[in-house]
Antibody, heavy 116, light 106 residues
């Protein structure tokens, strides 16, 4: 069974940093794309970033490019998203999911709150 | 960026109703469209990919159609478990974009 588990969320002040982790099991991690999608409280889904066939090319939403960086540790079956210069508007539940196109399955999400 | 517009934003329906949700893309996306269902406090779950292909273990009452810029998700007979929010998503190009969501409620 394919599973994804996010961690690393929490409360951070504006301008601060966090690193999210997405640990996957049940498939060969390096052969799949992994995507981050976020959802602000009470709002819809917003695509954030995709790393294709983990470790190759990364794509980013304009709103996070230059501040967020995705990376992969294939030996740990884990994808990371380093989030710097966080803004209040980055407050959201962050989901990781497999696929560079349609996405399935999804993790349970981790909440990032950016507030002073 | 490709803008995705869903209609309606909210839909009131009853068990047994046939429900149709429309998704329009601001430019042609061929058939690179997915539909997701999300319940409160839960992660989204894929219903349909590539416009009309059912996700794993998705009931056959769900169906999708369309091409280019106009797409529909149809629930043939609404069940109690189907009251949720539905999102379309294009994956024709980056950035991937979602519709704003359609809440199906009683």
């Amino acid at each position: 069974e394919v599973q994804l588990v996010e961690s690393g969320g929490g409360l951070v002040q504006p301008g601060g940093s966090l690193r999210l982790s997405c640990t996957v099991s049940g498939f060969i991690f390096a052969n799949f794309a992994v995507t981050w999608v976020r959802q602000a409280p009470g709002r819809g889904l917003q695509w954030v970033a995709t790393m294709t066939e983990t470790g190759h090319v990364a794509h980013y939403a304009d709103s996070v490019r230059g501040r967020f960086t995705v990376s992969a540790d294939n030996s740990r079956n884990t994808l990371y998203m380093q989030m710097n210069s966080l803004k209040v508007d980055d407050t959201a539940v962050y989901y990781c999911t497999t696929g560079s196109g349609w996405n399935d399955p999804w993790g349970q999400g981790t909440l990032v709150t950016v507030s002073s | 960026d490709i803008h995705m517009t869903q209609s309606p934003s909210t839909l009131s329906a009853s068990v047994g109703d046939r429900v149709t949700i429309t998704c329009r893309a601001s430019e042609s996306i061929s058939d690179w469209l997915a539909w997701y269902q999300q319940k409160p406090g839960r992660a989204p779950n894929v219903l349909i990919y590539k416009t009309s292909n059912l996700g794993s273990e998705v009931p056959s009452r769900f169906s999708g159609s369309g091409f280019g810029t106009e797409f529909t998700l149809t629930i043939s007979s609404l069940q109690p478990d189907d009251f949720a929010t539905y999102y379309c998503q294009q994956y024709s190009s980056y950035p991937r974009t979602f519709g704003q969501g359609t809440e199906v409620k009683v």
